[in-house]
T-cell receptor, first 108, second 113 residues
């Protein structure tokens, strides 16, 4: 199948670190992408992995293990503005397959 | 530089009507994709166009059609609207190269009554 699974909701405290996991059940993804979507807004691109390993971009890092069908997005030094949905998406040729998203709530 | 622009931002239609949504990609981007997003779900792929040719189509009925113009802008048409077509319709552009990320517009919120 092409399912992409993510937790529905997560809660974390301002200044903390949070890891949002994403698992998928298909081979054939050319890359694994992470998008942030604030309520009522369009998704914005955060990070992507083509090869196994960790990609770091400031406070955001993303990890991929293709053999395990597993990725995570790591958010450090959480800020209130990080409260949003985080979408995991696999790229298959020209088509992005999105998970349902993880709603992250950052508490003061 | 301007990002992806979509029009209109909001639209209310009744069942059975037809609707046309429009999208202008980021300058230099040759690929446009359309996605449907219902509340609480991730975007679902509808179409991708590259250099004016349809590159792929998602699992949507034939009531959904699209095209891309020589200036790379695009239109999504939906005929015979159903209540279930109510959603946020997102347009995204990319360079079209392998692994190039999508850049989304702010979407068109379609409500079918």
């Amino acid at each position: 199948g092409q399912n992409i699974d993510q937790p529905t909701e997560m809660t974390a405290t301002e200044g903390a670190i949070v890891q949002i996991n994403c698992t998928y059940q298909t081979s054939g993804f050319n890359g694994l992408f992470w998008y942030q979507q604030h309520a009522g807004e369009a998704p914005t691109f955060l990070s992507y992995n083509v090869l196994d390993g960790l990609e770091e971009k400031g406070r955001f890092s993303s990890f991929l293990s293709r053999s395990k069908g597993y990725s995570y997005l790591l958010l450090k030094e959480l800020q209130m503005k990080d409260s949003a949905s985080y979408l995991c998406a696999g790229l298959r040729t020209y088509k992005y397959i999105f998970g349902t998203g993880t709603r992250l709530k950052v508490l003061a | 530089d301007a990002g992806v622009t979509q029009s209109p931002t909001h639209l209310i239609k009744t069942r059975g009507q037809q609707v046309t949504l429009r999208c202008s990609p980021i300058s230099g981007h040759k690929s446009v994709s359309w996605y449907q997003q219902v509340l609480g779900q991730g975007p679902q792929f509808i179409f991708q166009y590259y250099e004016k040719e349809e590159r792929g189509r998602g699992n949507f009925p034939d009531r959904f059609s699209a095209r891309q113009f020589p200036n790379y802008s695009s239109e999504l048409n939906v005929n015979a609207l159903l209540l279930g077509d109510s959603a946020l319709y997102l347009c995204a552009s990319s360079s079209g190269q392998d692994n190039s990320p999508l850049h989304f517009g702010n979407g068109t919120r379609l409500t079918v009554t």
